[in-house]
C-alpha cells in the first residue's frame, strides 16, 4: 500500500501596513488594488484587513531586465 503525503503551505497574512513596508508601496496602493479586485483581501473583524502573501507575490511580479536573461 502507498501512502501519498501532501505538502500544504500554510498562508500568512498580512496587515496593509506590513505588506505596504515590504513591497515599498503607500497603503493607500493598497487599497485601491483591493477596491478594483485586482488584489483580494480578506476581513478579520469589522476593520481589520488582512492580504494572503501569495496574492502579494502574483500581484508584484518582477520586471526582466538586461540581468535577468543572464541568470
Same mark, same amino acid.
Given at each position: 500500500?502507498? !501512502? &501519498?503525503?501532501?505538502?500544504?503551505?500554510?498562508?500568512?497574512?498580512?496587515?496593509?501596513? #506590513? *505588506? *505596504? #513596508?515590504?513591497?515599498? !508601496?503607500?497603503?493607500?496602493?493598497?487599497?485601491?488594488?483591493?477596491?478594483?479586485? *485586482?488584489?483580494?483581501? !480578506? &476581513?478579520?473583524? +469589522?476593520?481589520?484587513?488582512?492580504?494572503?502573501?501569495? +496574492?502579494? #507575490?502574483?500581484?508584484?511580479?518582477?520586471?526582466?531586465?538586461?540581468? =535577468? =536573461?543572464?541568470?
Amino acid at each position: 500500500m502507498t !501512502v &501519498h503525503r501532501t505538502v500544504s503551505r500554510t498562508t500568512e497574512y498580512l496587515t496593509l501596513q #506590513e *505588506a *505596504a #513596508e515590504r513591497y515599498h !508601496v503607500s497603503v493607500m496602493t493598497l487599497r485601491r488594488r483591493i477596491r478594483s479586485g *485586482a488584489l483580494p483581501a !480578506v &476581513h478579520n473583524g +469589522a476593520r481589520l484587513i488582512r492580504i494572503p502573501d501569495s +496574492a502579494l #507575490e502574483e500581484l508584484f511580479t518582477p520586471v526582466p531586465n538586461a540581468t =535577468w =536573461w543572464t541568470a
